[in-house]
């Protein structure tokens, strides 16, 4: 390192010529290098992915099947959670990004706060299949305040935001994953009492 004044290791060398680290290497290859703010779908991509192994695990163990209506159920409660902890990791970052389409979180500040916590808890509840009378309002709350905001912001302002659905630092674009997201969220929170016969 001191050598080549360089802050980083390891670094790479081909033919006794320092080509550098990691980003140097793939340029030098030719490879494409993602920009720090480039969108994409990779993250909710590898967070839903295993929350349907998550769900199909959990229906073998429980139910001795991944062939039943309880497997969908499962990876939706487990999404739920996961998608919480993403932004629970940290409430600031997630409730700034939140903020820039959001629009009850824009009239009432707090709402972004507690829109991470109501997400976890209603997935913890539907996982559990227990509450619903809290879980349920909740979801519904939630997800059709999301759906309304997602739309007008994306089809409607048609404006280019990124989604706070995965964090604060996320560089998933606002759109049509967001909005499956929240009527997802709105379907969950119907059906769990009407399979539970509440409704």
């Not at 007008?152 to 989604?163: E, M, N, P, S, T």
């Amino acid at each position: 390192m001191a050598e080549h004044d360089v802050k980083t290791t390891p670094q790479v060398f081909i033919g006794g010529r320092r080509i550098g680290g990691y980003d140097d290497t793939r340029a030098h290859f030719g490879k494409p290098l993602r920009g720090k703010d480039e969108t994409t779908y990779q993250p909710v991509i590898a967070l839903f992915g295993v929350a349907l192994l998550m769900g199909l695990a959990v229906s073998w163990f429980a139910l001795g099947t991944i062939f039943d209506l309880h497997a969908i159920e499962f990876f939706i409660a487990i999404a739920m959670c996961l998608l919480g902890i993403q932004k629970l990791q940290d409430v600031e970052s997630f409730s700034t990004m939140f903020l820039n389409y959001d629009l009850l979180g824009r009239r009432y500040v707090p709402y972004a706060y507690f829109y991470p916590f109501g997400e976890t808890l209603a997935g913890v509840l539907m996982l559990a299949g227990t509450l619903l009378w809290i879980a349920s309002p909740v979801a519904l709350f939630i997800g059709t305040v999301g759906a309304v905001s997602v739309f007008k912001a994306v089809y409607i302002d048609k404006r280019k935001l990124k989604c706070a659905c995965v964090g604060g630092n996320s560089n998933v674009p606002l759109g049509f994953v967001s909005l499956t997201e929240n009527l997802i969220m709105i379907a969950m929170a119907i059906w769990m009492p009407l399979r539970m016969g509440w409704m």
